[in-house]
Structures are given as C-alpha cells and as structure tokens.
C-alpha cells in the first residue's frame, strides 16, 4: 500500500517561489491518481492540482492557473507542486493525495476519492 510523505513548506514573501514534494513507498506514482490539497484555517480542505495516473495532463483550480505546476519524477517516485507568484490567500497546510488508477476528472476534487494521504506541510505567505 502506497504511503506519502509531503515537504517542502515553508515561510516566503509575496511573489515568492516554493516547491513542495510527496514522495511516495509503496507503490509507484505513475499507478496513481495523485492531488494536491490545501486547507486554510478555518476552511475546508480544497483541491489545487491533479495528475492522474500514465498522463502528462494537469488539471489545476482555477485560483492557481498559471501560477502552480505539478509534475511527476517516476524515477525518484516523486510528485512536486512548484508554487510560483505565491500570495497571503495561499497560505494553508498544503496535503498530497493519492488514488489508485485513473479518476474521471469530476472525481479529482472531492477528498473522498481519495484513499491514501500524506501528512500537511505549512505554507505561510507573508512580509
């Protein structure tokens, strides 16, 4: 059973640049549907970027186009989320999130597609 362990958070400046990672044991990424999710406090947990399983294709939320990319290093079992131009209203516990096989895309969003979970990483924006 694959098992996630998300890094990479941090405290940076508006505009400023992170990468986080979700390294993966187990299993291998390529075989999952793999999220990222960010809550807020206060708020509920949301999607942020997808990539699902044998597929180069990115699906992100609308607030981060542009902005957040998320890719896949199958020889380092790895998934990143690089989160460029970040603002204060990004400032969350950042989570990854994985699902075996291939979701159709309306099912990328809601948590309970998911089965497997890493542990938050904090990402604070601020001056």
């Known amino acids: 059973e694959v098992q996630l362990q998300a890094s990479g958070g941090g405290l940076v400046q508006p505009g400023g640049s992170l990468r986080l990672s979700c390294a993966a044991s187990?299993?291998?990424?390529?075989?999952?549907?793999i999220g990222w999710f960010h809550q807020a406090p206060g708020k509920e947990r949301e999607g942020v970027s997808f990539?699902?399983?044998?597929?180069?294709?990115?699906i992100n939320a609308d607030s981060v186009k542009g902005r957040f990319t998320i890719s896949r290093d199958n020889a380092q079992n790895t998934v990143y989320l690089q989160m460029n131009s970040l603002q204060p209203e990004d400032t969350a516990v950042y989570f990854c999130?994985?699902?075996?096989?291939?979701?159709?895309?309306?099912?990328?969003?809601?948590?309970?597609?998911?089965?497997?979970w890493g542990q938050g990483t904090q990402v604070t924006v601020s001056s």
């Open positions: 999130a994985a699902r075996k096989g291939r979701l159709i895309i309306s099912n990328l969003w809601p948590i309970a597609s998911y089965d497997h």
């Open positions: 187990g299993g291998r990424v390529n075989d999952y549907t």
């Open positions: 990539l699902r399983n044998s597929e180069s294709r990115t």
